[in-house]
């Protein structure tokens, strides 16, 4: 792995051509914006690109891919967004995991499994690096690019609440804007729009709420079973795992969801003085300080529970 | 009534002394995050400033009037900012309902109730029109003034979200944070904090959730029994009545709050081809077309709940 700017990612663009854009399984905002606004920015300067995710892409998202024609060619050069480990590749993307040429992406955890690597792992989207890069190329984003990049930075970022925020993700979000950008439509699909099958697994959810080390944790749990019942899909998820860390006092925000052969995959949302990628590679996972995931394999779901609310427990230094 | 632009506004503010700055009854974030900047900044040039609502500021705004000591002065130029008509003051600040020599408003709906009028109808939020007119003036804003200043710009625009941020809402928010707005701080505590009461009020409610018309109406209750069994205040009832609105599909979102003595309080909102207000003038009640209320009395929930659903079933042109 080699650590490359922006420059020298802008140059190897400019150099190669037929392009494959990986975006990583359970794809959100970020991945698929990322993608498909980088794929559109290389199309405009005459080359050849197509983004890949190995699930499908959630209906919300479709005003970004509407109208995007896969074409027709054999890859070249292989970039991946959005991806901190090639783990989290998924169905066809999976094949190219060994041969990642480029990886652009915004996780301190970043594996380094790609030949060259352009990580900012202060940026709070994958989005606003993929801005920054056409910059540097000197493309302009047209209002389809803008929609993408707009819709990366701002559901990365809760809407502009995340504490990794900066004065130039405002400053991207207004030039986006000035490229056409459809922030309100954007920001009502994406924060304040919900299927009903989603508002009734969000309920049957909150119906979990547990509460541990005298309310400073809250966990909550997406089973099979509420999957099934609310009829939600796994793009509905996105979102839940903010709710635990909504409650004022919760220090600590759990999300557990069951997936099949004893997996409960965690998302994990802590306060300023804790740090949720050291809780999550206790067990295997990671991620940013302020949210990041993993997954248990146990028994049953008390278990896996269990094990997860000890961790935390210890990390925000309380006795149970 | 005289219109005046931002430069003259600055120049009155050089030259006078001794301010009351006025907010409007029920303050919310943009009046007490306006009416303190202004005062911060003219005390910053060495004049004597205070604000004045009737009303009590709500607890949510102390990180805005801490530590802000009110000075001993006769008010001798009166200001109001974000008042639409004098009929909102309340209190004390009712006291200069008739003598409000500079207005500064961005409501398009203003009276005129000032001598001097500083009114952008366009502008998605007062505290926005105070950051141009600090500008002007000269005055760099402290990390109080930014504070406030981005408190009015957030709560205004949903965090954003609405179809009145403009690309240089964006960039005054990037500015307010390079003076040291505690962006994140703010958002947290103005979007993404309820009370694990407020929470638990939220999931019974939830479970209220009736549809009618095929899915385009969508109803929620908030019964006594829920309030008192999650231990929820009436101010924790904010923002409950936008849920069923967020639904996909639905046209009209019905929320009943049970009141006392058989009253029934219902918040009605709307699509963009329905008029809530003309929903509730039916009921004797009244508000805006995306949002309106009125109250119900009869007999029982069930009964008020059906007169209000079969006159929304009538407003969408829908067969029950």
Same mark, same amino acid.
């Given at each position: 792995m080699t650590a490359i700017t922006l420059e020298q990612a802008a140059q190897? %663009?400019?150099?190669?051509?037929?392009? %494959?854009? %990986?975006?990583? /399984?359970?794809?959100?905002?970020?991945?698929?914006?990322s993608a498909y606004? +980088?794929?559109r920015a290389l199309r405009s300067i005459g080359k050849k690109a197509n983004p890949l995710c190995g699930d499908e892409i959630p209906e919300s998202y479709f005003f970004i891919t509407d109208g995007f024609e896969i074409q027709d060619f054999a890859p070249e050069y292989i970039i991946s967004v959005d991806l901190a480990t090639a783990d989290l590749l998924s169905g066809t993307a999976k094949?190219?995991?060994?041969?990642?040429? %480029?990886?652009?992406?915004?996780?301190?955890?970043?594996?380094?499994?790609?030949?060259?690597s352009a990580v900012d792992g202060k940026s709070p989207s994958c989005a606003e690096i993929i801005k920054k890069l056409i910059d540097v190329m000197g493309i302009k984003a047209d209002r389809e690019i803008a929609d993408a990049i707009f819709t990366g930075v701002c559901t990365d970022t809760g809407c502009f609440k995340y504490s990794s925020v900066r004065p130039e993700t405002h400053r991207i979000a207004a030039d986006l804007m000035d490229c056409g950008a459809r922030s309100a439509m954007i920001c009502r699909l994406m924060f304040d729009s919900k299927s009903p099958a989603k508002l009734d697994m969000e309920r049957r959810v909150l119906d979990t709420l547990e509460y541990a080390a005298g309310g400073k944790i809250a966990f909550i749990c997406i089973s099979r079973e509420i999957m099934e019942r609310?009829?939600?899909?796994?793009?509905?998820?996105?979102?839940?795992?903010?709710?635990?860390?909504?409650?004022?006092?919760?220090?600590?925000?759990?999300?557990? /969801?069951? &997936?099949?052969?004893?997996?409960?995959?965690?998302?994990?949302?802590?306060?300023?003085?804790?740090?949720?990628?050291?809780?999550?590679? &206790?067990?295997?996972?990671?991620?940013?300080?302020?949210?990041?995931?993993?997954?248990?394999?146990?028994?049953?779901?008390? /278990?896996?529970?269990? +094990?997860?609310?000890?961790?935390?427990?210890?990390?925000?230094?309380?006795?149970?």
């Open positions: 190897i %663009l400019r150099e190669h051509d037929n392009y %494959l854009v %990986l975006m990583h /399984k359970s794809p959100d905002g970020d991945a698929v914006g606004a +980088l794929c094949d190219y995991a060994d041969r990642i040429d %480029l990886c652009i992406d915004h996780h301190g955890s970043n594996t380094g499994y790609a030949k060259l609310s009829g939600a899909t796994q793009g509905d998820t996105e979102g839940v795992a903010s709710i635990p860390r909504q409650i004022e006092g919760v220090r600590v925000g759990i999300t557990m /969801k069951e &997936k099949e052969n004893g997996e409960y995959r965690f998302s994990v949302r802590a306060d300023d003085d804790t740090d949720a990628s050291e809780i999550c590679r &206790k067990f295997g996972g990671g991620g940013h300080r302020a949210a990041a995931g993993c997954s248990i394999y146990a028994d049953s779901p008390e /278990k896996a529970k269990d +094990l997860m609310i000890a961790v935390c427990i210890e990390a925000i230094g309380e006795d149970s």
